[in-house]
């Protein structure tokens, strides 16, 4: 409504929702630390070409103020996932740039520092004949709702002047343009090589015919888990050497690693912890009680701050809301404890509050702000017609025609400043609220019902321990890394103390950036990996959150096929599913298998049916996922029985009963289907597949 209008018809606007709008999908995010001096600032390497830690920081900067959000500090876990999105985004950007200029798709734009589309190309796609969509989206007319041209003419024409005048606008503009450069290289990127794979005539005619060419069948099935597990045995050796036969499937490939094994020190609260915090907040209470000022007092004293929200009945829980809704302002509780927290809750303020509102405003945005909404006001006091002022100076284009009234709105459909004012002020009153938007004169000219609204101020104080119960449990790992500098003496430590649990970190990898579990544990694995020549030595102390940990490497992982070790426990299963599809194929020799109906009473199993089976679809009807036993009926005449199969959860025989031919699909639709696959696996593959090409060295070891 109102606020959209003024979005439209205001560019310092336009830009922020531009800049958000449009670079969202880059996620990204680095540590903010600086890297050391003595280290190279090469973050990486892609096919010969350096690229700078500083580039890399860029594209961190640009969206962690995004992700943040209104000034929130991300989580732990939200920085980490930041982390690998930043190197992604960083890298995608770089293998698909070399691929631009490798093909000629591109040319060098010196005033965005990239490559871009052509002169001809950008200006047909702002201000031409093919106008990008979003440009079409953020510049439309308030009036008509329709794309207008002239606006991005106005804008496009003017960057000279905001370059000088509003920097923030220019510049969003600037990362707005690298990403119209950056979204149109990618599409004909994506479109040239869609065009380049080809569904021919025949291929389309076939797939059609596997489609089409649909079967009825009847079987039979013993499955595996007929056998229990624990009648299956099997022997070190025989495990070691099935798995010689399928460690080169890629479920068992791991990249080069480091394997370490760790224990940690936890800090926790001791009891005098608790009672001392108990004491600090019982302390406090007459004080919080007659604070005249529950602002200071709660920025001084409290871990939860200042709460400005007034709460309707049901709003808090039970037992604070009937506490907030009986009693007077000043009234305090007694200490509760409450997610790890001492607290106590007090009546701030108690207010009748409106469920809706009907006003008319003035919006002004200007550099005088604070001074034009100031006289207006006046004006209007001293019998001004606030409508006239309305249509002269409101910003908001969609109230202002309407002399700046806005009708009826309930809770949550207008800015806090602006709903607060409509509903606890008086009807006539006029108000000054500022917002996103700049500075609000409004005039109440209506509300509706009024209700008991009441303000809870909440003292905390959060159990943590101690200075002197971290250094205890600090004494406690440095005696244990100076009394165990070796694994064995490691082992043999947590072995004879019960409070330490050893944990193992398999294969880590060098850019791996978080131990599960573990706060802070990106330096635990920058050691491992710096230190790779100190096998079965003890590490140093590591503060992690609220943890000492301290490390042992136990070996270093080479590329190429897990240790055996590391998937056993898979490996093992995996054979004795084997030894029990042999063992049912060798009973099935010995069986009547004339006929299902003879193997059914010879095996006391009951005859099956699956109908519209294909060899296009070979998860069949009540059989599931068995392609080797569909493709294999594809090729029989009816009334064939089939040999012993041995599919992935049973052991089948069975016939075709019957074939159809339907009209499902045809050779066109196919080809269509086909192309659209192609296209979508393709657009999801470029990626990998120009990684996997690429010559490229990683640096971030080097980096926190």
Request: hydrophobic share 35%; net charge negative.
């Amino acid at each position: 409504m109102a606020a959209i209008q003024t979005l439209r018809k205001n560019s310092w606007i336009l830009t922020i929702v531009i800049g958000l709008a449009l670079l969202a999908f880059i996620v990204t995010g680095l540590d903010t630390s600086l890297f050391n001096s003595k280290q190279s600032n090469v973050i990486a390497e892609v096919d010969g070409q350096e690229y700078t830690y500083d580039e890399y920081y860029s594209i961190y900067e640009l969206l962690e103020n995004q992700q943040k959000g209104n000034n929130q500090d991300l989580s732990y876990a939200q920085k980490e996932q930041v982390h690998t999105s930043a190197w992604r985004s960083f890298l995608t950007g770089i293998l698909f740039e070399h691929s631009y200029k490798n093909l000629g798709l591109s040319s060098y734009k010196e005033n965005l520092n990239m490559q871009g589309i052509s002169d001809d190309e950008f200006q047909d796609i702002t201000v031409g004949d093919n106008t990008d969509p979003e440009l079409q989206y953020y510049f439309r007319n308030p009036q008509t709702g329709q794309f207008d041209k002239e606006m991005l003419i106005n804008v496009l024409s003017n960057l000279a002047a905001y370059k000088e005048q509003n920097p923030d606008f220019y510049e969003s503009w600037i990362q707005f343009e690298k990403t119209l450069h950056e979204n149109t290289l990618r599409k004909k990127y994506v479109s040239l090589i869609s065009n380049g794979i080809y569904t021919t005539n025949m291929e389309a005619e076939e797939l059609a015919s596997t489609k089409n060419n649909q079967f009825n069948i009847n079987f039979v099935q013993i499955p595996y888990e007929t056998i229990a597990d624990s009648t299956i045995t099997v022997t070190d050796k025989e495990v070691a050497d099935y798995y010689k036969t399928i460690n080169y499937e890629s479920r068992f490939k791991q990249e080069a690693g480091v394997s370490f094994e760790y224990v940690t020190f936890d800090i926790y609260p001791t009891e005098a912890d608790v009672k001392a915090t108990e004491d600090a907040v019982v302390a406090k209470a007459e004080d919080f009680k007659n604070s005249k000022n529950d602002v200071l007092f709660l920025n001084l004293n409290s871990d939860t701050k200042f709460n400005a929200n007034y709460n309707k009945k049901g709003d808090l829980q039970p037992s604070l809301d009937t506490f907030a809704f009986s009693g007077q302002i000043g009234d305090i509780t007694d200490v509760y404890f409450e997610n790890n927290s001492y607290n106590i809750a007090k009546i701030s303020d108690i207010r009748p509050c409106a469920d809706s509102a009907k006003v008319r405003h003035i919006l002004v945005n200007k550099d005088n702000a604070y001074e034009l909404i100031d006289s207006l006001k006046k004006l209007v006091e001293n019998g001004a017609d606030f409508a006239a002022l309305a249509r002269e100076y409101s910003v908001d284009s969609v109230s202002a025609v309407n002399g700046g009234i806005i009708d009826w709105f309930k809770e949550g459909q207008m800015v806090k400043s602006f709903q607060d004012s409509s509903f606890f002020g008086e009807v006539g009153k006029l108000y000054i609220a500022p917002s996103n938007y700049g500075l609000h004169l409004i005039q109440i000219l209506a509300q509706g019902p009024k209700s008991k609204r009441v303000q809870v101020q909440v003292f905390s104080k959060a159990v943590s321990y101690s200075q002197n119960t971290r250094s205890k449990v600090y004494q406690n790992a440095v005696k244990f890394v100076s009394e165990n500098r070796t694994k064995e003496q490691f082992d043999a430590a947590v072995e004879a103390d019960e409070s330490l649990v050893k944990r193992v970190e398999r294969n880590s990898e060098e850019n791996q950036r978080v131990i599960v579990g573990i706060d802070d544990s990106r330096q635990v694995i920058r050691w491992v990996h710096q230190n790779k020549d100190k096998v079965n030595e003890v590490s140093e102390i590591f503060r992690c959150g609220d943890k000492f940990l301290v490390a042992v490497i136990t070996s270093i992982n080479k590329e190429g096929a897990m240790p055996l070790e590391d998937v056993n426990e898979l490996v093992s299963s995996e054979l004795k599913h084997e030894k029990k599809k042999q063992i049912i194929l060798d009973e099935l020799k010995n069986a009547d298998c004339s006929s299902l109906e003879a193997l059914s009473q010879a095996k006391s199993i009951q005859i099956q049916e699956s109908a519209n089976a294909s060899f296009a679809a070979p998860n069949a009807p009540g059989i599931g996922m068995e392609p080797e036993l569909i493709a294999t009926l594809s090729t029989m005449e009816p009334g064939v029985l089939t040999n012993p199969i041995a599919g992935k959860r049973s052991v089948y025989v069975a016939k075709v009963t019957s074939k159809n031919e339907t009209d499902l699909t045809t050779a066109d639709k196919e080809k269509t289907i086909q192309q659209q696959r192609m296209s979508s696996v393709i657009t999801n593959s470029i990626y990998r597949i120009l990684e996997d090409k690429a010559e490229i060295e990683d640096n971030r070891i080097n980096f926190n």
